[in-house]
């Protein structure tokens, strides 16, 4: 009996950590991770998110970001720029380190967001308090659009954020 209870034991254990094990295979997710990195002039710049797409949707209506509302930027776990050195973005210092990507959409004038909480599921515990800097930037017209949502960095510091037909750059020096 005891040997049987064992059996039966190992056997949920095993099939809960098999279980566990392919929820983590983020690949998997219908808005997988990407990551963008890339070196400028000293400081290594990397953002972590995850790409949603469009799937006949309406970015503004039926996706984020909302006009007026602050957006993880991204999908899933919120979107995480990191850099190595200290640097300026759009001419304003951002100490190296770890942050929350976030941005609100006002038409066409985007409002970038570097905030010291960047561990955490979208922007449901986002709070304006914990922003470090703040940047304004206008975005443009893209075509062909752009079904995933992608970040690229450029050597010389441009960060481009392509979704939709909607690109929206910031510098980082």
């Known amino acids: 009996m005891k040997y049987l209870?064992?059996?039966?034991?190992?056997?949920?254990?095993?099939?809960a950590s098999f279980?566990?094990?392919a929820q983590k295979d983020k690949s998997k997710r219908p808005s997988p991770p990407a990551?963008?990195?890339?070196?400028?002039?000293?400081?290594?710049?990397?953002?972590?998110?995850?790409?949603?797409?469009?799937?006949?949707r309406t970015i503004g209506k039926d996706l984020e970001p909302m006009d007026g509302k602050v957006w993880r930027t991204g999908a899933?776990?919120?979107?995480?720029?990191?850099?190595?050195?200290?640097?300026m973005v759009e001419g304003k210092a951002l100490a190296k380190g770890k942050y929350g990507l976030?941005?609100?959409?006002?038409?066409?004038?985007?409002?970038?967001?570097?905030?010291?909480?960047?561990?955490?599921?979208?922007?449901?515990k986002y709070a304006?308090?914990?922003?470090?800097?703040?940047?304004?930037?206008?975005?443009?017209?893209?075509?062909?659009?752009?079904?995933?949502?992608t970040f690229s960095?450029?050597?010389?510091?441009?960060?481009?954020?392509q979704w939709g037909d909607m690109e929206v750059d910031f510098t980082v020096k």
């Open 76 to 87: 899933n776990e919120a979107t995480v720029f990191e850099t190595d050195k200290d640097v």
């Open 128 to 149: 304006e308090a914990d922003d470090v800097l703040r940047v304004k930037v206008k975005s443009k017209k893209l075509a062909p659009e752009a079904e995933k949502m």
């Open 19 to 21: 279980n566990s094990c």
């Open 102 to 124: 976030f941005s609100i959409k006002n038409g066409d004038e985007w409002t970038i967001i570097f905030n010291k909480t960047w561990d955490q599921w979208g922007a449901f």
């Open 35 to 56: 990551l963008a990195t890339q070196k400028v002039g000293e400081a290594t710049i990397s953002i972590n998110y995850s790409q949603p797409s469009i799937k006949g």
């Open 153 to 161: 960095i450029s050597a010389e510091g441009l960060v481009a954020l």
């Open 5 to 15: 209870f064992s059996l039966v034991l190992f056997s949920f254990v095993m099939l």
